[in-house]
């Protein structure tokens, strides 16, 4: 029972090189999500996907960009990393229709730039 | 826009001494609230929700109910144990894809 995979667990990366984080989920859902989770912050969503074939900009988008590559697959992308970008990203899904409906979360990708 | 504000911490508490978590929200229309748990090095885990007002979440003995009046959902257990040392957010969902807004976590520590 996977739920919600992120790929990889840890990476660092040097100022300027690019990278894709990779998330999948299993349970049909029709909505994906994108955070980023610094101290004293709390979660920040970066971008989300409503249905497959749509994504939007969140709280705080700059220095990213996704792709929802079909209802499974939702994937971010730093172009040209930053130090301001060393954080814990997370992926989440949710089947999206209704409110009340949780949002079931993957481990996260602890990412360190120097 | 959407906020959530969340008691500061560290808290550290005794084995089964009670323990409350403050939240209080702003929001426009009527938001779901939601509690999720981040134990060390794990993604977050849905602990417990309300839908509407004087709802009552619970789970593993956490309480919150949702006070509409006084835009609040605080989080209540009454004996706390070792293994609920975590962090603890409330967060509520709005928007047409149901977009979580959290609050900053507070990190609880229950010792022995």
């Known amino acids: 029972n996977a739920g919600v995979t992120q790929t990889p667990k840890f990476q660092v990366l040097k100022t300027g090189q690019s990278m894709t984080l990779q998330c999948a989920q299993d349970m049909n859902h029709n909505s994906m999500y994108w955070y980023r989770q610094d101290p004293g912050m709390g979660l920040r969503l970066i971008y989300y996907s409503a249905s497959e074939g749509t994504t939007d900009k969140g709280e705080v988008p700059n220095g990213y960009n996704v792709s929802r590559l079909n209802k499974r697959e939702f994937s971010l992308r730093l172009e040209s990393a930053a130090p301001s970008q060393t954080s814990v990203y997370f992926c989440?899904?949710?089947?999206?229709?209704?409110?009340?409906?949780?949002?079931?979360f993957g481990d996260g990708t602890r990412l360190s730039i120097l | 826009g959407n906020s959530v504000t969340q008691m500061e911490g560290p808290v550290t508490l005794s084995e089964e001494a009670f323990l409350t978590i403050n939240c209080t929200y702003t929001?426009?229309?009527?938001?779901?609230l939601f509690w999720y748990v981040q134990y060390p090095g794990e993604g977050l885990q849905l602990l417990l929700k309300?839908?509407?007002?004087?709802d009552k979440g619970s789970n593993k003995g956490f309480e919150a109910t949702y006070r509409k009046e006084t835009t609040s959902f605080h989080l209540e257990k009454g004996s706390v144990q070792v293994s609920d040392s975590a962090v603890y957010f409330c967060?509520?969902?709005?928007?047409?894809?149901?977009?979580?807004?959290f609050g900053s976590g507070t990190q609880l520590t229950v010792l022995p």
């Open positions: 929001a426009t229309g009527y938001p779901s």
């Open positions: 309300a839908t509407k007002a004087d």
């Open positions: 967060a509520l969902s709005s928007g047409s894809a149901r977009q979580l807004t």
């Open positions: 989440a899904s949710s089947p999206g229709q209704y409110s009340n409906q949780p949002q079931h």
